[in-house]
Every structure is written in C-alpha cells, then in structure tokens.
Nanobody
C-alpha cells in the first residue's frame, strides 16, 4: 500500500485546512486509516483514526471537537478536516493504515507540513 498525504500549508490561528491521504496498492477498504503528527522535538502523536467502514472513530483529546476524520473508500482516500487551528497544531502530519483498529500501522505515507502562525 502506498500513501500520499497532501493539503498542508500555512494558516492563521483560527483557520481551517483539509488534509487528504490518497492510497493505492489495492484493498485499501480493508484497512483502518490513521492520521499522526509530529512537531519538532516531540514524539509522534496519533491524532485520529477511522475504521474500515467508518463506523468508529478515535480522536486525541487535543483535537476533539476541532478535527474530523472521514474516508471515501470509492476514492481510496481519507481526509482530516481541521478547524479552529492553534499554533500547537503545527507539525508534520502523516497518514498511515493498519489492518486492526487502533493497532500500530503497517504502512506509512510521507508527511505534509501544517504551520499555524500569524
């Protein structure tokens, strides 16, 4: 499975961005899809997870109520809608997939930089 994250950029505090994760390699609908992030000097953090058929989601406490994860299996794509962005959301965001919900990923994509700054 190959994953490509996109949609990052520079945004002011309070603004919004939508990240996309395009997957290829077949059978993506068999995987849960995950967004992680890593800020400079910080450990990588699981931000959000969505189950294979979208019936379950997980969010880190730091993003609950502001971020929404979704997926479109017909397009082999997952999304992360990020609203009310804060400076502490600045990080490289990575998408990943795992066969079992909330287990460590088997495949990772390259990250996309999100910078929240005025």
């Amino acid at each position: 499975v190959q994953l490509q994250a996109s949609g990052g950029g520079l945004v002011q505090p309070g603004g919004s961005l939508r990240l996309s994760c395009a997957a290829s390699g077949g059978g993506v609908s068999r995987y849960t899809m995950i967004w992680f992030r890593q800020a400079p000097g910080q450990t990588r953090e699981r931000v959000a997870t969505i189950s294979r058929n979208s019936d379950a989601t997980y969010y880190a406490d730091s993003v609950k109520g502001r971020f929404t994860i979704s997926r479109d299996n017909s397009k082999n794509t997952a999304y992360l809608q990020m609203n009310s962005l804060k400076s502490e959301d600045t990080a490289v965001y990575y998408c990943a997939v795992s066969k079992i919900y909330m287990r460590p990923p088997e495949y990772w994509g390259r990250g996309t930089q999100v910078t929240v700054s005025s």
